[in-house]
């Protein structure tokens, strides 16, 4: 790290139980706050650093008070080990027990086209409490982008493997929505994949999506939907579009489902 510290931001987490069968649930949650403080030290260790700029509680525990939880964040702020603190996918009563401990700085939880229960409650909350909004998957896993054949099949270690979303039927049924991106697309001289992240970009200024890639050609292309504008009328025409689109599986087994609070 040494010389580009301060030219990066550190963001990781702490709360799963390290241990998982591909699409399975960890080993368990656990956000004891001995735990929370092992996985600090570990973090920093590794990351050969003296602070982490933003440490995230990766799942809501059940058996933790949030309280608890934000208070071992919040001492861990005082010894200048972490700056700030995230959840992922908390409900918004969770948020705001969380927030009145220590302040919230950003949620990190499943947001895009076809999956957009934050709407309801969650993103409400945020805006309320100027807490930042850091969605995952923003491009379903590579669904949005267009490149996911029907037949698809994903290896050993892959996720989406055991996700309901991504099987054969699915994948048929919910091509209506990568055909309405994919038309977008046409007429924006974009990808699909840039549309829908520009489609973020324009809900909330207060929105950062982290797609995930492993190509220098695919991080390009998604900076690119920076560039994009959608116009009110192109929202409006997607979200009218979306509405009638009804999508088929849901996005997790009942055994990660479970781990999601709301």
Do not use: C
């Amino acid at each position: 790290m040494g010389s580009v510290r301060d030219q990066v931001v550190i963001a990781t987490k702490f709360g799963f139980k390290i241990g998982a069968p591909a699409g399975g649930p960890p080993g368990g949650v656990d956000s004891r706050p001995e735990h929370i403080r092992e996985v600090t030290e570990a973090s920093l260790k590794r990351l050969k650093t003296d602070r982490i700029d933003l440490l995230y509680q990766h799942r809501v525990d059940p058996s933790v008070p949030i309280e608890d939880v934000a208070g071992t964040v919040k001492a861990l702020i005082a010894e200048g080990k972490v700056k700030h603190f995230g959840l992922s996918e908390a409900g918004a009563r969770t948020i705001r027990r969380a927030h009145a401990v220590q302040p919230v700085a950003a949620l990190q939880s499943e947001y895009s086209l076809w999956f957009r229960e934050p709407e309801a409650n969650v993103m409400p909350t945020l805006e309320e409490l100027g807490i930042g909004f850091v969605p995952f998957s923003p491009l379903g896993r590579g669904f949005l982008t267009g490149a996911m054949s029907t037949s698809a099949t994903f290896g050993k270690g892959d996720t989406r493997a055991a996700l309901p979303r991504y099987k054969p039927d699915a994948l048929k049924a919910n091509q209506a929505v990568v055909e309405l991106l994919v038309q977008v697309a046409q007429e924006k001289r974009a990808t699909p994949a840039q549309i829908a992240l520009a489609w973020l970009l324009a809900q909330k200024p207060w929105i950062a999506p982290i797609p995930g890639t492993t190509k220098i050609t695919r991080l390009e292309e998604n900076l690119g939907a920076a560039r994009v504008q959608l116009t009110a009328d192109d929202l409006n025409r997607i979200g009218e579009a979306i509405e009638r689109i009804p999508v088929r599986g849901e996005r997790y087994s009942p055994a990660l489902e479970a781990l999601v609070d709301r």
